[in-house]
Protein backbone atom coordinates (compact mmCIF):
# COMPACT_ATOMS: atom_id res chain seq x y z
CA UNK A 1 0.00 0.00 0.00
CA UNK A 2 1.49 3.41 -0.58
CA UNK A 3 2.50 5.65 2.39
CA UNK A 4 -0.14 8.40 2.30
CA UNK A 5 0.83 11.97 1.63
CA UNK A 6 0.48 13.90 5.00
CA UNK A 7 1.09 17.39 3.81
CA UNK A 8 -2.05 19.10 5.06
CA UNK A 9 -3.70 22.17 2.81
CA UNK A 10 -2.36 21.19 -0.69
CA UNK A 11 -5.79 20.97 -1.30
CA UNK A 12 -7.80 23.80 -0.70
CA UNK A 13 -11.44 25.31 -1.66
CA UNK A 14 -12.38 28.39 -0.37
CA UNK A 15 -15.70 29.68 0.17
CA UNK A 16 -16.90 33.75 0.42
CA UNK A 17 -19.47 32.48 2.99
CA UNK A 18 -20.73 29.48 3.78
CA UNK A 19 -23.24 28.21 6.90
CA UNK A 20 -20.19 26.17 9.07
CA UNK A 21 -17.11 25.25 7.06
CA UNK A 22 -17.78 21.58 9.01
CA UNK A 23 -20.53 21.32 7.27
CA UNK A 24 -19.67 22.64 3.90
CA UNK A 25 -16.48 20.00 4.11
CA UNK A 26 -19.27 16.97 5.57
CA UNK A 27 -21.01 17.99 1.62
CA UNK A 28 -17.91 18.36 -0.02
CA UNK A 29 -17.04 15.15 1.09
CA UNK A 30 -20.46 13.35 -0.26
CA UNK A 31 -20.02 14.40 -4.01
CA UNK A 32 -15.53 14.30 -3.89
CA UNK A 33 -13.06 11.54 -2.64
CA UNK A 34 -11.14 14.16 -0.98
CA UNK A 35 -7.57 13.50 -0.14
CA UNK A 36 -6.41 13.33 3.38
CA UNK A 37 -5.37 17.16 4.98
CA UNK A 38 -7.86 18.68 1.96
CA UNK A 39 -9.06 22.33 3.90
CA UNK A 40 -12.24 24.04 3.40
CA UNK A 41 -11.53 27.70 4.26
CA UNK A 42 -14.54 30.47 4.71
CA UNK A 43 -14.23 34.47 5.26
CA UNK A 44 -17.94 34.14 6.94
CA UNK A 45 -19.93 31.28 8.38
CA UNK A 46 -23.65 32.49 9.15
CA UNK A 47 -24.20 29.41 11.19
CA UNK A 48 -20.61 28.49 13.06
CA UNK A 49 -20.37 26.28 15.16
CA UNK A 50 -18.66 25.74 18.85
CA UNK A 51 -18.64 22.77 20.91
CA UNK A 52 -21.20 21.93 23.13
CA UNK A 53 -24.08 22.86 20.56
CA UNK A 54 -23.02 26.38 21.17
CA UNK A 55 -22.81 28.87 18.20
CA UNK A 56 -19.23 30.55 17.07
CA UNK A 57 -19.47 34.11 16.42
CA UNK A 58 -16.97 35.74 14.15
CA UNK A 59 -16.85 38.72 12.53
CA UNK A 60 -17.28 38.59 8.59
CA UNK A 61 -13.83 38.12 6.71
CA UNK A 62 -11.70 39.39 9.65
CA UNK A 63 -10.23 35.71 11.43
CA UNK A 64 -9.71 31.84 10.12
CA UNK A 65 -11.95 29.95 9.77
CA UNK A 66 -11.56 26.60 8.25
CA UNK A 67 -12.24 22.91 8.50
CA UNK A 68 -9.31 20.09 7.68
CA UNK A 69 -10.12 16.42 6.63
CA UNK A 70 -7.93 14.18 8.45
CA UNK A 71 -7.43 10.47 7.79
CA UNK A 72 -5.69 9.19 10.94
CA UNK A 73 -6.54 5.18 9.99
CA UNK A 74 -3.89 4.29 12.21
CA UNK A 75 -5.82 5.27 15.32
CA UNK A 76 -8.35 3.54 17.27
CA UNK A 77 -11.60 5.21 18.39
CA UNK A 78 -10.61 5.38 21.71
CA UNK A 79 -7.37 6.58 21.08
CA UNK A 80 -8.94 10.15 19.66
CA UNK A 81 -7.01 11.73 22.32
CA UNK A 82 -3.66 11.73 20.13
CA UNK A 83 -5.51 13.63 17.47
CA UNK A 84 -6.74 16.16 20.26
CA UNK A 85 -2.88 16.70 21.06
CA UNK A 86 -1.72 16.65 17.88
CA UNK A 87 -4.19 19.12 16.57
CA UNK A 88 -3.84 21.82 19.49
CA UNK A 89 -0.30 22.01 19.47
CA UNK A 90 -0.29 22.84 15.63
CA UNK A 91 -2.49 25.67 16.99
CA UNK A 92 -0.44 26.32 19.86
CA UNK A 93 2.62 26.66 17.44
CA UNK A 94 1.70 28.67 14.83
CA UNK A 95 0.52 31.18 17.07
CA UNK A 96 3.34 31.21 19.01
CA UNK A 97 5.33 32.42 16.62
CA UNK A 98 3.27 35.59 16.79
CA UNK A 99 3.74 36.60 20.40
CA UNK A 100 5.90 36.71 23.43
CA UNK A 101 3.51 35.44 25.81
CA UNK A 102 3.28 31.90 26.28
CA UNK A 103 0.41 30.88 24.10
CA UNK A 104 -1.22 27.74 26.28
CA UNK A 105 -3.72 24.91 25.55
CA UNK A 106 -6.77 24.99 27.95
CA UNK A 107 -7.92 21.50 28.56
CA UNK A 108 -9.03 19.75 26.05
CA UNK A 109 -8.37 22.03 23.16
CA UNK A 110 -9.18 25.52 23.66
CA UNK A 111 -6.09 28.18 23.29
CA UNK A 112 -5.13 30.58 25.27
CA UNK A 113 -3.23 33.49 25.58
CA UNK A 114 -3.19 34.91 28.96
CA UNK A 115 -6.47 34.18 30.53
CA UNK A 116 -8.52 34.73 27.34
CA UNK A 117 -9.27 32.30 24.67
CA UNK A 118 -8.33 33.29 21.29
CA UNK A 119 -8.79 29.58 18.81
CA UNK A 120 -11.25 27.11 19.25
CA UNK A 121 -11.48 23.50 17.88
CA UNK A 122 -14.24 21.31 17.02
CA UNK A 123 -13.42 18.20 16.26
CA UNK A 124 -15.88 15.52 14.66
CA UNK A 125 -14.42 12.27 14.47
CA UNK A 126 -16.45 9.46 12.07
CA UNK A 127 -15.63 5.81 13.60
CA UNK A 128 -15.07 2.53 11.40
CA UNK A 129 -15.38 -0.63 13.21
CA UNK A 130 -13.15 0.19 16.09
CA UNK A 131 -10.78 2.83 13.89
CA UNK A 132 -10.96 6.43 13.61
CA UNK A 133 -11.88 6.37 8.97
CA UNK A 134 -12.01 10.33 9.41
CA UNK A 135 -12.29 13.89 11.22
CA UNK A 136 -13.30 16.73 10.69
CA UNK A 137 -11.33 19.31 12.32
CA UNK A 138 -13.28 22.85 12.25
CA UNK A 139 -10.30 25.41 13.74
CA UNK A 140 -11.68 29.36 14.55
CA UNK A 141 -8.60 31.40 15.24
CA UNK A 142 -10.23 35.54 16.45
CA UNK A 143 -6.88 37.18 13.61
CA UNK A 144 -8.21 40.98 13.11
CA UNK A 145 -11.56 41.29 14.90
CA UNK A 146 -10.78 44.15 17.35
CA UNK A 147 -14.16 44.04 19.09
CA UNK A 148 -15.87 41.07 21.12
CA UNK A 149 -19.33 40.59 22.75
CA UNK A 150 -17.87 37.75 24.42
CA UNK A 151 -15.58 39.61 27.22
CA UNK A 152 -13.04 35.73 27.42
CA UNK A 153 -11.87 36.16 23.50
CA UNK A 154 -9.17 38.10 21.93
CA UNK A 155 -7.20 38.21 18.67
CA UNK A 156 -3.75 38.39 17.60
CA UNK A 157 -4.33 42.02 16.22
CA UNK A 158 -5.63 42.91 19.56
CA UNK A 159 -2.54 41.58 21.03
CA UNK A 160 -0.12 42.95 18.63
CA UNK A 161 -1.93 46.44 17.39
CA UNK A 162 -1.68 45.55 13.90
CA UNK A 163 -3.61 43.08 11.50
CA UNK A 164 -2.26 39.98 10.28
CA UNK A 165 -2.69 38.32 6.43
CA UNK A 166 -4.95 35.38 6.54
CA UNK A 167 -3.54 33.38 3.85
CA UNK A 168 -0.21 33.87 5.71
CA UNK A 169 -1.08 32.66 8.87
CA UNK A 170 -3.17 29.84 6.73
CA UNK A 171 -0.44 28.51 5.23
CA UNK A 172 2.05 28.57 8.46
CA UNK A 173 -0.77 26.93 10.07
CA UNK A 174 -0.97 24.13 7.04
CA UNK A 175 3.16 23.60 8.19
CA UNK A 176 2.45 23.06 11.96
CA UNK A 177 -0.21 20.89 11.60
CA UNK A 178 1.26 18.67 9.15
CA UNK A 179 4.53 18.52 11.22
CA UNK A 180 2.51 17.79 14.38
CA UNK A 181 0.31 15.09 12.27
CA UNK A 182 3.38 13.51 11.26
CA UNK A 183 4.69 13.24 14.64
CA UNK A 184 1.43 11.16 15.18
CA UNK A 185 1.85 9.18 12.59
CA UNK A 186 5.45 8.38 13.67
CA UNK A 187 4.15 7.07 17.04
CA UNK A 188 5.84 10.21 18.83
CA UNK A 189 3.56 9.87 21.43
CA UNK A 190 5.92 10.72 24.55
CA UNK A 191 6.99 14.42 22.66
CA UNK A 192 3.06 14.89 22.02
CA UNK A 193 2.55 14.28 25.88
CA UNK A 194 5.27 16.24 26.75
CA UNK A 195 4.70 19.13 24.81
CA UNK A 196 0.85 19.11 25.75
CA UNK A 197 1.46 19.10 29.49
CA UNK A 198 4.20 21.91 29.15
CA UNK A 199 1.47 23.97 27.63
CA UNK A 200 -1.81 23.27 29.37
CA UNK A 201 -3.24 26.58 31.03
CA UNK A 202 -3.67 26.22 34.86
CA UNK A 203 -1.35 23.21 35.53
CA UNK A 204 -0.21 22.96 38.84
CA UNK A 205 -2.06 26.39 39.71
CA UNK A 206 -4.80 26.66 42.57
CA UNK A 207 -7.96 27.08 40.25
CA UNK A 208 -11.53 26.81 40.89
CA UNK A 209 -13.91 24.54 38.77
CA UNK A 210 -17.64 23.84 38.71
CA UNK A 211 -19.04 20.13 37.66
CA UNK A 212 -22.44 19.19 38.12
CA UNK A 213 -22.96 19.41 41.14
CA UNK A 214 -20.61 22.44 42.85
CA UNK A 215 -18.01 24.31 43.01
CA UNK A 216 -14.65 23.45 44.28
CA UNK A 217 -11.03 24.57 44.56
CA UNK A 218 -8.06 22.61 43.19
CA UNK A 219 -5.65 21.58 41.13
CA UNK A 220 -5.29 20.46 37.57
CA UNK A 221 -2.09 17.55 37.78
CA UNK A 222 -2.58 16.93 34.01
CA UNK A 223 -4.76 14.10 31.51
CA UNK A 224 -4.80 10.33 31.39
CA UNK A 225 -4.03 8.41 28.13
CA UNK A 226 -8.34 8.68 27.66
CA UNK A 227 -7.95 12.37 27.84
CA UNK A 228 -9.49 12.92 31.14
CA UNK A 229 -8.55 15.62 33.24
CA UNK A 230 -7.05 14.88 36.51
CA UNK A 231 -7.74 17.56 39.25
CA UNK A 232 -6.23 17.31 42.93
CA UNK A 233 -9.14 18.35 45.09
CA UNK A 234 -8.10 18.33 49.18
CA UNK A 235 -6.24 15.02 49.29
CA UNK A 236 -8.42 13.16 46.53
CA UNK A 237 -7.50 13.03 42.77
CA UNK A 238 -10.64 13.57 40.80
CA UNK A 239 -10.73 12.83 37.34
CA UNK A 240 -13.56 14.37 34.54
CA UNK A 241 -14.63 13.82 30.86
CA UNK A 242 -14.85 16.46 28.50
CA UNK A 243 -17.50 18.39 29.51
CA UNK A 244 -17.89 17.02 32.92
CA UNK A 245 -16.02 19.66 34.41
CA UNK A 246 -15.44 23.73 33.73
CA UNK A 247 -12.06 25.95 34.99
CA UNK A 248 -13.97 28.73 36.23
CA UNK A 249 -10.61 31.04 37.08
CA UNK A 250 -7.10 30.37 38.53
CA UNK A 251 -6.27 31.56 42.03
CA UNK A 252 -3.00 32.48 41.28
CA UNK A 253 -1.10 34.27 38.36
CA UNK A 254 1.34 32.22 36.84
C1 LIG B 1 -15.33 26.08 20.39
O1 LIG B 1 -16.48 26.21 20.83
O2 LIG B 1 -14.35 26.43 21.03
C2 LIG B 1 -15.10 25.49 19.03
C3 LIG B 1 -15.18 26.54 17.97
C4 LIG B 1 -14.89 26.01 16.58
C5 LIG B 1 -15.13 27.07 15.54
C6 LIG B 1 -14.69 26.63 14.19
S1 LIG B 1 -14.77 27.94 13.01
C7 LIG B 1 -14.51 26.81 11.71
C8 LIG B 1 -15.27 25.55 12.05
N1 LIG B 1 -16.63 25.61 11.56
C9 LIG B 1 -17.52 25.66 12.54
O3 LIG B 1 -18.76 25.75 12.39
N2 LIG B 1 -16.89 25.61 13.73
C10 LIG B 1 -15.47 25.48 13.57
Known sequence: MAA????????????????STNDAL????????LPHGAALHTAHQTAGRGQQGSQWESAPAQNLLMSIYLKPSFLKA???????????????????A?????????WPNDIYIGHKKICGLL???????????????????NV??????????????????????????????????THY?????????NALWEQYHKHLYGKGVNARFSDAEQTFE??????????????????????FANKEVTLLNLLEDR
Open 26 to 33: KHWLEKEA
Open 98 to 106: YVNEPVQIK
Open 181 to 189: FQLLQAGSR
Open 144 to 177: NQSVFAEPKAISLAILLGKEVPLNLLRNQLFAQL
Open 123 to 141: LENTLQGNKIKYCIAGIGI
Open 218 to 239: GMILGIDSRGRLHIEVADEIRS
Open 78 to 96: EEHIWLNLSLSLAVRQTLQ
Open 4 to 19: QNTQIGSYVLYLDQTD
